[in-house]
C-alpha cells in the first residue's frame, strides 16, 4: 500500500516527551510518598500502643510495599532504609540507639530488610515493563499517524480506539470517533448494488485472518461524501497470539477509480468501432483470442455462425499455415505486417485474394494489449483488373468499328489516333492527321472556341462536353457534338456527326414557338379553374366554419343546462329524472363528437392538421381511452382485456391524436361487438423496425373482405342495413388512418365476417432516444379554488347569446362569484373600465365591436392589462385558437364546453394571477 505523507520529523511526538517528564516527576513524588507513609506507620504503631515483645516488622513491611509499588526500586530502598533506622533507633532496645540487644529482634529486623529489597527489586522490573509498554504504544501511534493511507485501530469490539489524520479527513470524524462503533465511523456500501457491505474489522474479528476489500466499496463520510476507497483489515496481536485490536488501512480511490472508468469507456468506443466498421477488422488479445469483430469481417470470411468474442483464432482457423503464426508473433512485439496481395484458401476448395495489415495495440504506453487486423478480400478486384485488360483489347478492336468519330491528341496537339469515322469528319486520310498538328492540318483552328477548351481540358485534366459548328477550309461546314476527356496520352474526343439533329432542330423550334402560344391560351384558362376551385374550397371551409359556430351555440346551452340540472343548480332531481338528464348529455356530447369528427377530417384535407409531439406515457394513455369507453362495455357485459409490453413505456406522439385515434376504434369494436364478447387492446414494441403498435380487436361480427377497401372512405358505410342497427357517420376510420399518417405511421386490418377485427395502428419508434422521464403522473389533477376564496369574486361574461349567458350566469353565481353580463364587445369594455374584474369571460362572435377587438382594447388598458381573459367561443377551425391567443386572450374554450372544465379554468388562472 502507497505512502502518501511520510513523517515530517523523526523526534517523538508532544504526548512521549510529557510521558518521559510525568515519569519522573512520579518518581520524586514516591521518595516523599516513601517518607510520608513510613511516618504514618510509626504513628499508627504509637497510636495502637504496641509493646515492644510484639512483632512490629509486618506493620513496617507496608510503607515498603507501598513505595516500591508507586515509585520502583529507588522509593523502595529509600523506603527499606527509612523504616530500618526508624525501627531499630526507636522501636527495638536499646531504645534511642542504633543497637540491637535481642538476637530474635535482630534476625526478624534482617529479614525485614531482605523482604523489603526483594519487594522493591520486583517492583522496578513491573515499572521498567510498563515504560517498555507506554513507549511501544507511543511509538505505535507515531507509526499509524505517520502513514500516508488512512488508518483506524480498535479493540476486540470494534470501537474505534485511533484514527490518524488522512482517516480523520476521508470519515469526516474527529476526536469524537473514539469510542464508537466502527460501523458508525466507517460505514461503507456496494458501488453498484449500494448494499451495505461488512467491514473487514468486522471480518478480521471474526475469521482472525488479514482482510482484503477492493470490490468497488464506498465509504459514506460524516457529510455525506461517497469516496470510493480500497480497504484491508489485520489484527492486533500479543506475543502469544491473542488478538487484542484490529488495525482498519484505507485510501481514496477515485482518481484511480475515473481512470478504470475512462479506459473502460474507451476499450468500448474501439470495440464498437471495430464492429461497427465498414472494413473487416478484427481486435485480438495476446493469446489470439477475439475481443471485436466488424460485421463486414464476419461476412467475408464466412463466420456467421461461429460465436467468436473470447475464442482463440488458431481455434476457428485451426488449419492456418505456420507462416501466419510467425507473423503474429511478430506484430505481438511491435512490428507492423502488411500485404497487397496474399492467396486465401475457402474450405470449399475455392481461392480468395486479400490484402491485409497487421498492427499492435497498446494496453498502455509501453504494454502491447494484443494485435488489429484490417483485411480487404481483393478477388473481385484482381478479376475486375483482369477483364479489364482484356477489355481493353476489345475496346481498340471496338473503335475502329464505331459510328461516333475517335480522336487522340498527344500533349504537342499532334494526332496520335483516329478511327475510319474520325477520319470521314475530317475529311482527310491517316497519313494526312497522323504525326501531324491540329495547327499544320487545320490553320487558325488555335483562335477558334474549340481549341480554347481543348486546352483547358488539357491543362487542368478534366472532362468537358460542346456542340461545335466546324468550319472546313473549302468553305462548307458540319455541326458535331465533342465529348472530350483527358488520357495518359494526352486527350481522347469523341465526335458525332449532329448536323441533321441541329437541322431538325431549327424546324422544331419554329413549331415550339407556335405551341407556346397555345399553352399561354390553355394556362389561363387552367388559371381560372384554379381561381374557381380555391374559391369553392374558401365557401366550403366558410360553410364549415358557419355550420361549427351555428350548432356549437345552441349545444353550448343544451350541455350547459343539462349540467346546471345534474349539479342540482335549480333543485333536486329524481332518479328518473337523473337518467333522462343523462341521456341528454350523451345524445348532445354524441352530436359534438360528429361535428368534431367532420372539422378534423376538414382540417387534415386542408393539411392544416396540428400534430404537437411530446413524449407521453403509454400505459396512462391507454388506461384514459379504455375509460372512455367501459361504461359502454358494462352496459353489454362485454369483457375488456389489456396487453402491454414491458419495453413500451415511453412514445413520442401527440398524446391527444393518438387518444382519438384509440378511442374511435375501441368505440367501434364495443359498438360492434354482442352482448357478452370481449374487446382487447394490445401494446408491441417492435427494436428491430424501430417500431411500436397499438392493436385493438373483438369479437365482433367481423368485415368481409371485400369491403376493407372502403373501410377508410369519409362518409362511406360497409352496409346500408348496418346503418340502420348501428349509429355514425362513417368518419371515425378514415380519421384513424389520416391521424397514423400524419404521425409517420400505417394502419393494417384483419377481419372476416362473424369471427372479429384486429385493427392494428404502427407508428415510429426509438427505443434508444426514448429516455425515462421523472413524471409522478400521467393525470393532471384539476385546480380547484376554495369555496371561500372565489365568494364576492367579480366575473364579467360577454356573450351575445341570452341561453348560452343565462346558463353560464347562474352557474357561476351558484358557486359563489358575482357575475356582470355584457352582450357585445363595447358593452363588455365599458364594463371592464368602469369596474374593473377579477377575469373576463369572452365571446367572440358579437354584434358591433367582435370579441377579437375588445380583447385588443382591453389590453391596451394599463389597468386591466393583466386581467386574465378566457374566450369562449364557437369558432373551432383551423387557426380559431391562435387569433384568439394572439389578440391577447390567456386561454380559449370551444363551445360546446363542460362548466366544470370552465370553472376548473377560472381558478387556475386566479390562482396564478
Avoid at 316 to 325: K, Q, Y
Avoid at 359 to 367: C, D, G, K, V
Avoid at 494 to 500: A, E, F, K, R, V
Avoid at 685 to 712: K, M, R
Amino acid at each position: 500500500m502507497d505512502i502518501h505523507r511520510p513523517p515530517s520529523s523523526p523526534t517523538p511526538p508532544p504526548s512521549i516527551r510529557q510521558g518521559i517528564a510525568f515519569g519522573l516527576r512520579s518518581t520524586w513524588q514516591a521518595y516523599v510518598l516513601a517518607a510520608i507513609v513510613t511516618a504514618a506507620t510509626l504513628a499508627l504503631y504509637g497510636a495502637l500502643g504496641f509493646g515492644a515483645d510484639q512483632n512490629i516488622f509486618g506493620l513496617f513491611l507496608l510503607p515498603i510495599i507501598l513505595s516500591a509499588y508507586v515509585g520502583g526500586l529507588g522509593p523502595g530502598l529509600f523506603a527499606v532504609v527509612l523504616v530500618a533506622l526508624l525501627t531499630n533507633y526507636l522501636l527495638l532496645p536499646p531504645y534511642d540507639t542504633f543497637a540491637i540487644s535481642s538476637t530474635i529482634d535482630s534476625s526478624r529486623w534482617l529479614i525485614m530488610i531482605i523482604v523489603g529489597v526483594l519487594c522493591s527489586a520486583l517492583s522496578e522490573g513491573l515499572h521498567q515493563a510498563r515504560r517498555s509498554t507506554e513507549v511501544s504504544r507511543q511509538l505505535y501511534a507515531v507509526t499509524l499517524a505517520s502513514i500516508g493511507d488512512a488508518v483506524i485501530s480498535t479493540d476486540t469490539q470494534g470501537r474505534v480506539n485511533f484514527l490518524n489524520d488522512e482517516a480523520r479527513v476521508l470519515t469526516g470524524w474527529g476526536n469524537d470517533a473514539l469510542g464508537q462503533h466502527l460501523d458508525v465511523v466507517f460505514p461503507i456500501v456496494n458501488e453498484d448494488t449500494r448494499a451495505s457491505v461488512e467491514s473487514p474489522v468486522s471480518k478480521v474479528l471474526r475469521t482472525g485472518a488479514v482482510i482484503g476489500l477492493a470490490n468497488h466499496t464506498l465509504l459514506i463520510a460524516r457529510d455525506g461524501r461517497e469516496i470510493p476507497i480500497d480497504d484491508s483489515g489485520a489484527p492486533i496481536k500479543d506475543s502469544q497470539g491473542h488478538t487484542l485490536g484490529v488495525v482498519l488501512v484505507f485510501r481514496d480511490v477515485t482518481e484511480q477509480r475515473r481512470a478504470e472508468v475512462a479506459l473502460q469507456r474507451s476499450e468500448r468506443t474501439l470495440k464498437l468501432f471495430v464492429e461497427m466498421a465498414p472494413a473487416a477488422i478484427a481486435m485480438f488479445d495476446t493469446e489470439m483470442r477475439y475481443l471485436a469483430v466488424s460485421r463486414r469481417f464476419i461476412s467475408d470470411y464466412r463466420l456467421e455462425e461461429h460465436e467468436l468474442i473470447g475464442r482463440s483464432h488458431y481455434e476457428i482457423f485451426p488449419e492456418i499455415p505456420d507462416r501466419w503464426r510467425e507473423i503474429h508473433r511478430r506484430c505481438q512485439t511491435g512490428s507492423v505486417e502488411m500485404c497487397e496481395e496474399d492467396p486465401f484458401p475457402r474450405e470449399d476448395g475455392t481461392m480468395d485474394w486479400v490484402r491485409w495489415e497487421l498492427h499492435p495495440w497498446y494496453a498502455s504506453e509501453a504494454t502491447i494489449g494484443g494485435i488489429v487486423l484490417l483485411s480487404e478480400v481483393i478477388t473481385a478486384r484482381k478479376q475486375s483488373q483482369a477483364a479489364l485488360r482484356e477489355s481493353e483489347a476489345r475496346f481498340h478492336k471496338t473503335l475502329d468499328t464505331m459510328l461516333e468519330g475517335c480522336q487522340i491528341i498527344g500533349f504537342d496537339w499532334r494526332y496520335l489516333y483516329l478511327n475510319d469515322s474520325a477520319l470521314r469528319h475530317a475529311r482527310m486520310s491517316q497519313e494526312g492527321l497522323i504525326g501531324h498538328t491540329m495547327m499544320e492540318v487545320f490553320p487558325g483552328i488555335e483562335q477558334t472556341e474549340m481549341f480554347g477548351l481543348l486546352h483547358r481540358c488539357l491543362e487542368d485534366r478534366s472532362n468537358h462536353r460542346m456542340e461545335n459548328l466546324f468550319a472546313y477550309p473549302d468553305g462548307s461546314s458540319a455541326w458535331y457534338d465533342l465529348s472530350i476527356q483527358p488520357s495518359p496520352e494526352g486527350l481522347f474526343i469523341l465526335s458525332i456527326d449532329i448536323t441533321d439533329r441541329k437541322q431538325t432542330e431549327a424546324a422544331i423550334q419554329a413549331e415550339r414557338a407556335l405551341l407556346a402560344e397555345r399553352v399561354a391560351e390553355r394556362t389561363a384558362e387552367l388559371r381560372q379553374v384554379n381561381t374557381d376551385l380555391a374559391r369553392a374550397t374558401q365557401l366550403k371551409d366558410e360553410f364549415l366554419a358557419n355550420m361549427s359556430h351555428e350548432l356549437r351555440t345552441p349545444l353550448t346551452a343544451i350541455l350547459g343546462r343539462t349540467e346546471l340540472m345534474q349539479e342540482m343548480v335549480y333543485g333536486s332531481i329524481t332518479p328518473k329524472q337523473a337518467d333522462s338528464l343523462r341521456g341528454i348529455e350523451a345524445s348532445g356530447r354524441h352530436l359534438l363528437s360528429l361535428i368534431n369528427d367532420i372539422l378534423d377530417l376538414s382540417k387534415i384535407e386542408a393539411g392544416k392538421i396540428e400534430i404537437e409531439p411530446l413524449m407521453i406515457q403509454v400505459e396512462p394513455l391507454c388506461h384514459s381511452s379504455l375509460q372512455m369507453v367501459m361504461e359502454s362495455a358494462r352496459a353489454k357485459e362485454i369483457s375488456v382485456r389489456t396487453t402491454y409490453d414491458s419495453m413500451v413505456s415511453l412514445i413520442h406522439a401527440d398524446e391527444r391524436r393518438i387518444k382519438q385515434i384509440l378511442v374511435n376504434l375501441l368505440t367501434n369494436a364495443v359498438k360492434f361487438t354482442p352482448a357478452g364478447g370481449s374487446v382487447g387492446l394490445e401494446v408491441r414494441g417492435n427494436a428491430q423496425t424501430d417500431t411500436v403498435s397499438f392493436t385493438v380487436w373483438d369479437t365482433g361480427i367481423g368485415i368481409a373482405a371485400d369491403d376493407i377497401a372502403q373501410l377508410f372512405q369519409p362518409f362511406v358505410q360497409i352496409d346500408k342495413g348496418l346503418n340502420r342497427q348501428y349509429e355514425g357517420t362513417g368518419l371515425g376510420l378514415s380519421l384513424v388512418q389520416r391521424l397514423t399518417i400524419a404521425h409517420g405511421g400505417w394502419v393494417d386490418v384483419e377481419s372476416s365476417l362473424g369471427e372479429g377485427s384486429r385493427f392494428r395502428v404502427t407508428l415510429p419508434w426509438n427505443p434508444e432516444d426514448v429516455a425515462p422521464q421523472d413524471e409522478a403522473s400521467g393525470i393532471i389533477e384539476p385546480a380547484r379554488v376554495p369555496a371561500a376564496s372565489v365568494v364576492g369574486l367579480h366575473i364579467l361574461l360577454a356573450e351575445d347569446n341570452q341561453a348560452n349567458s343565462q346558463v353560464v350566469e347562474e352557474y357561476l353565481r351558484a358557486h359563489g362569484y358575482v357575475v356582470t353580463l355584457a352582450y357585445n364587445g363595447a358593452e363588455a369594455l365599458a364594463c371592464a373600465e368602469a369596474s374593473p374584474p377579477a377575469i373576463i369571460l369572452m365571446d367572440i362572435q358579437m354584434p358591433g365591436m367582435d370579441g377579437l377587438e375588445a380583447i385588443r382594447r382591453v389590453r391596451a388598458n394599463e389597468r386591466l392589462a393583466t386581467v386574465p381573459i378566457i374566450a369562449l367561443t364557437a369558432l373551432a377551425m383551423p387557426g380559431d385558437r391562435e387569433r384568439c391567443l394572439a389578440a391577447g386572450a390567456d386561454d380559449y374554450l370551444a363551445k360546446p364546453f363542460s362548466l366544470i372544465k370552465l370553472r376548473e379554468l377560472i381558478a387556475q388562472h386566479l390562482r396564478q394571477r
